[in-house]
DNA sequence: GCCAACGTTGGC
DNA sequence: GCCAACGTTGGC
């Protein structure tokens, strides 16, 4: 089982949207590396923070459980969708992603604060630039963070 | 709104 | 394969 931290802007999808639709397919991935760590990574019953990012508070807002393997993601063949991809094929698809279950909301545990502790120091999503919507958690920084979710 | 950092594209 | 140009992310 591994550890994950998913991004989304909240006025795009937020930890309440997820409370309400109890499930959701991950969709709109556009990077390789995320979507490597879908496709090659994630199974049912993992477990990801969901954050908050690119509003007046990012912080992780919650949690979710990996509740179904990767699949292609639909929206690559939909014209209308501002994620189509014209390069992607049925039969080749460019594009997968999970769906997510919800487990809990959590307090706000902003990034000002996440930033505090030395424990969490080497989490990718405080590296200086990061950008990547899905990112890996250490199982000792998911236990520090559960903890300071108490 | 600004801008640094990053990923992708495409000409060569 | 290199790299400039461009588009996007996301904190501030």
């Known amino acids: 089982m591994r550890y994950w ?6 006025d795009a999808y937020s930890i309440d949207d997820l409370a309400r639709d109890k499930t959701t397919p991950w969709t709109g991935v556009r990077n390789y590396q995320a979507r490597n760590f879908m496709r090659d990574q994630m199974k049912p019953g993992d477990q990801a923070f969901f ?3 690119n509003c007046d508070e990012p912080a992780i807002v919650g949690i ?7 699949y292609p993601d639909a929206t690559q063949f939909d014209r209308n969708s501002k994620y ?3 390069k992607a094929t049925t039969d080749n698809p460019r594009w997968l992603h999970v769906d997510f279950r919800f487990v809990r ?5 902003t990034l000002t ?3 505090r502790h030395k424990a969490l120091a080497k989490m ?4 200086k630039g990061n950008r990547l919507s899905i990112t890996p ?3 000792a920084e998911w236990q520090y963070i559960i903890g300071l979710l108490k």
């Open 5 to 10: 931290l998913i991004k989304s802007e909240p």
């Open 84 to 86: 189509f991809d014209d």
């Open 64 to 70: 979710a459980e990996v509740s179904k393997a990767a």
């Open 105 to 109: 909301k959590t307090p706000p545990l």
């Open 113 to 115: 604060e996440l930033r």
């Open 51 to 53: 954050y908050h990012s």
């Open 137 to 139: 958690v250490d199982p």
């Open 124 to 127: 990718r999503l405080l590296a």
